[in-house]
């Protein structure tokens, strides 16, 4: 089955500007998630949405935001680009759902490298 | 300092060795611990999954986690030149968590 697929693959955006990225979980999957990867801080947790409510949120500023939709697709914004923005975005699926269920497997996909400048 | 700590090498070994990659961490609260493989330029991809204190072992992968002493540990057996890539560890407070917390990843190279 297809795994989890985050476009954009790579952009250049400049300081100041916003970019959206998009992903589209495994079918069937209704949890997603988001992290910034960087040389720096490594994997860092943006945010989880969950039948398109976000469910948990890491601690990045407001210029980082997300939504789901109904088919559980999933998009992430940043707003007001900076420098320290450039990082590979990735997005991860889940089944979701409750806590307890076991085998609760999270796919990350590709990423989304973006680079600005 | 960071709530997991993991050594980001490099680490460079023959192949046939025995590798060992290691976290600690100073949430007590956490009770899964993951284990995921990072090719260049890839997303990580799940290697091992545990519960709790205890050992898994799945092929040439062993996972052990100490909860007592707040470390998680991943041994690869007669590594192998694929092998190479970094490995990140990850843990979460409840099953199934997409919030996971990861260390800095280690990178491995295997030499033929």
């Known amino acids: 089955k297809a795994g989890v697929t985050q476009t954009p693959r790579y952009l250049i955006k400049t300081r100041g500007q916003q970019v959206t990225l998009s992903c589209s979980p495994i079918?069937?999957?209704?949890?997603v998630s988001w992290y910034q990867q960087t040389p720096g801080q490594g994997l860092q947790f943006l945010f989880e949405?969950?039948?398109?409510?976000?469910?948990n949120k890491g601690n990045f500023p407001g210029r980082f935001s997300g939504r789901q939709f109904s088919n559980s697709r999933s998009e992430m914004n940043v707003s007001t680009l900076e420098l320290g923005d450039s990082a590979l975005y990735l997005c991860?699926?889940?089944?979701?759902?409750?806590?307890?269920?076991?085998?609760?497997?999270?796919?990350f996909g590709e990423g989304s490298w973006l680079t600005v400048v | 300092q960071k709530e997991v700590e993991q050594d980001p090498g490099p680490l460079s070994v023959p192949e046939g060795a025995i590798v060992s990659l290691n976290c600690t961490y100073s949430?007590?609260?956490?009770?899964?611990f993951m284990w995921y493989r990072q090719y260049s330029r890839k997303g990580p991809e799940l290697l091992m999954y545990?519960?709790?204190?205890g050992n898994k072992e799945d092929g040439r992968f062993t996972a052990q986690v100490d909860k007592s002493s707040k470390y998680i540990s991943l041994f690869i057996r007669d590594s192998q030149p694929s092998d190479s890539a970094t490995y990140l560890c990850a843990m979460s407070l409840i099953q199934g968590a997409q919030k996971l917390v990861f260390g800095q990843g280690t990178r491995l190279t295997i030499n033929p």
């Open positions: 949430n007590s609260a956490f009770q899964y």
């Open positions: 545990t519960y709790s204190s």
């Open positions: 079918s069937g999957h209704r949890s």
């Open positions: 991860a699926s889940s089944l979701g759902g409750t806590a307890a269920r076991s085998g609760n497997t999270i796919y």
């Open positions: 949405y969950f039948s398109e409510t976000q469910r």
